[in-house]
């Protein structure tokens, strides 16, 4: 394939974007009133305003043929019918199946895809109803009150994300709690405020091989055994979530208590999947299929909807525009939702464990950039940390900013004041303040002359700063899985032009390997060795430390 950087449409973006170096968008707003209905699509209540952005209509058609281009229509049909698209790993890339209605037909290499996720979808169902109605109980006759879902990554941070989101949908009685880290003080923490006769675990992993996620599931298992006094307690407390039903058998769990997802689901893309277990127990099943349902409505949009109407696509094309012509390394995430306070760290795995590669699908150096470092805070806490960067710094970085038109949890005119800051970061980034407006502003304070030329230049903002509005109507379950899928296909896109492989992650292995080595070394059980005098100096300092007591 010919590298995208050769393609006429680079070639000519590159050029526009020496044009854009005398353009303001304050200059473009004024005169253009139309700029905003211009730059905003809809589906539904859920808008997206990208009308903050440093384009015209010809950098979108140039970013548009560059999407053309580089085959994304193409490459969207291929995801959507089950092709191989993680080469690397030889498997398709069908999370938009986990979504689909249930009379959708689809089969990949010979099996029934759409059959197989019915029939999950009616296993966990049932379970939820059985935890729900009480009659799945603990070892001493108790109902379920605590899910403890151990798992880590897209085993981790996809349900974590949307249990947290949509808490003012989830059932009476239930609480759901999320152990990731390997660092005992998390379990510990979570296995302090549950009581062992109540809590049911979820043991979530793809693999189920990994090592944080199984010394947690053993040590929450031997805790659960120590306080029933009985082994056969494991069975009334744990479930396990996986594609690999020998591990799970291994484990000492029963694979008839394995929810099981398959190989074509990647880990970020998983809460559609029995990953998305705690969700359904602690919102119930039917707030789950709304999630799902959200979903599907996005894939429709993106596979319907012309490039240029296209919520993902023009989201991607932004991405690109300034990661490859504006130097753009950095992107920000900023939801004006205090529930989704965890959506910049779920989208982090998402983007940055996606595109976060450095050669093509047929493995050559990329000469271009690639993901962007992903970062966010709710609103309006990040105003009064790093937004000071973000209108003055040196670096140019692209914002998103998500807020609900509605709060669920209104108090006095506290949603209004929060819509107000939203806004107005947008516009602020947007406008800037000249020299002449900083100036102004000090003379009517009643300054000196010499006063004013001395703080004048620290209060401009140059402005021109880009961003993109996502408003809704309300944080529910439909809402949230359009808002999901949307970042997912925004992802794919930019992926398919920078021609990597958005789908493996082979970046996290050497780590993981390198601590197994490391791990008997710094119990004392083999020598120190073969690492740099960096590590082994760590390491001896470590042992030392923990020896001295
Ligand atoms: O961090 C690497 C990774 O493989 C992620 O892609 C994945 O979501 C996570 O580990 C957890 O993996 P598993 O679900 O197999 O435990």
Same mark, same amino acid.
């Given at each position: ?5 050769q ?24 005169? *253009? ?22 384009i015209?209509?010809? #950098? ?6 560059l ?11 291929? !995801?959507?019918? @089950? ?14 199946? /986990?979504?689909?209605p249930?009379? #959708?037909?689809l ?11 019915q029939?999950?979808?009616?296993? !966990? ?18 109902? &379920? ?8 990554? @897209?085993?981790d ?19 759901? +709690? ?25 043991v ?6 990994t ?10 298992? *031997?805790?659960? &055994? ?19 039903? %020998? ?5 000492? &769990? ?30 119930? !099943? ?43 390394h ?12 965890? =959506? ?5 795995q =998402? ?20 993901g962007?470092?992903?970062?966010? %805070? ?18 140019l ?12 949890? $209104?108090?006095?005119?506290?949603h ?16 800037g ?13 009643? /300054?000196?002359?010499? %006063?004013?030329?001395?703080?004048? $230049? +620290?209060?401009?903002f ?13 944080? *529910? ?8 899928? =949307?970042? %997912? ?11 990597i492989n ?16 490391? =791990? ?27 020896e001295?007591g």
């Amino acid at each position: 394939m010919q590298r995208p950087e050769q393609d006429a449409a680079w070639k000519a973006l590159a050029a526009h974007r020496r044009a854009w170096s005398r353009l303001h968008l304050r200059a473009l707003f004024a005169q *253009d009133p139309a700029r905003f209905q211009r730059y905003s699509l809809r589906l539904d209540d859920l808008l997206l305003d990208y009308s903050k952005n440093l384009i015209s209509d010809e #950098t979108l058609r140039l970013l548009i043929q560059l999407a053309q281009a580089c085959g994304v229509e193409q490459a969207r049909a291929a !995801m959507f019918q @089950g092709e191989h698209l993680n080469c690397t790993e030889d498997r398709a890339v069908l999370h938009t199946a /986990l979504r689909a209605p249930a009379d #959708t037909k689809l089969s990949v290499d010979g099996q029934d895809v759409s059959a197989d996720v019915q029939r999950v979808l009616a296993r !966990m169902s049932a379970f939820v109803e059985a935890v729900h109605s009480g009659r799945w109980r603990g070892y001493s006759d108790r109902p &379920i009150t605590d899910i403890v879902n151990i798992g880590i990554g @897209g085993s981790d941070l996809g349900p974590a994300m949307v249990c947290q989101a949509l808490a003012p949908y989830a059932r009476p009685g239930l609480t759901a +709690h999320f152990v990731s880290n390997v660092d005992p003080t998390h379990l510990s923490e979570v296995l302090a405020r549950v009581d062992p006769q109540s809590t049911l675990f979820v043991v979530a992993s793809k693999t189920f091989t990994t090592q944080e996620t199984l010394a947690n599931a053993r040590a929450a298992r *031997d805790w659960l &055994i120590q306080h029933a006094r009985d082994e056969a307690a494991v069975a009334r407390h744990f479930v396990a979530v996986s594609t690999h039903r %020998e591990a799970v058998t291994a484990f000492g &769990i029963d694979p008839a208590q394995m929810f099981e997802f398959w190989d074509w689901v990647g880990g970020r893309y998983s809460l559609w999947s029995a990953i998305g277990l705690p969700i359904a127990l602690y919102l119930g !099943m039917e707030r789950f299929r709304e999630l799902l349902a959200g979903g599907h409505d996005m894939d429709r949009h993106f596979l319907t909807a012309p490039l240029e109407r296209n919520m993902p696509v023009i989201l991607a094309l932004l991405g690109v525009w300034y990661i490859e012509f504006w130097d753009a390394h950095a992107h920000a995430v900023l939801p004006y939702d205090q529930r989704l306070a965890r =959506l910049p760290a779920y989208l982090q795995q =998402l983007d940055m464990e996606s595109n976060g590669k450095s050669v093509t699908r047929d493995g050559r150096r990329v000469r271009h950039g690639t993901g962007p470092i992903l970062f966010g %805070e709710p609103g309006t806490n990040g105003q009064h940390a790093f937004y000071q960067l973000i209108h003055q710094g040196t670096r140019l970085i692209p914002c998103d900013f998500l807020v609900a038109a509605q709060s669920h949890n $209104p108090i006095a005119d506290q949603h209004e004041i929060l819509i107000a800051n939203c806004l107005a970061q947008s516009e602020a980034l947007m406008r800037g303040k000249t020299l002449a407006e900083a100036r102004a502003e000090l003379k009517a304070q009643g /300054l000196s002359r010499a %006063e004013i030329a001395r703080l004048a $230049p +620290h209060r401009v903002f140059a402005g021109n700063r880009p961003s993109n509005t996502l408003l809704y109507r309300r944080l *529910d379950p439909r809402t949230l899985g359009r808002i999901i899928a =949307l970042y %997912e296909h925004k992802v794919f896109v930019q992926g398919v032009i920078w021609d990597i492989n958005s789908f493996d992650q082979w970046g996290v292995e050497l780590g993981k390997q390198l601590a197994r080595v490391i =791990l008997p070394e710094l119990k004392g059980q083999v020598a120190v060795g073969g690492h740099d005098a960096s590590t082994v100096g760590l390491i001896e300092h470590c042992r030392a430390l923990r020896e001295a007591g």
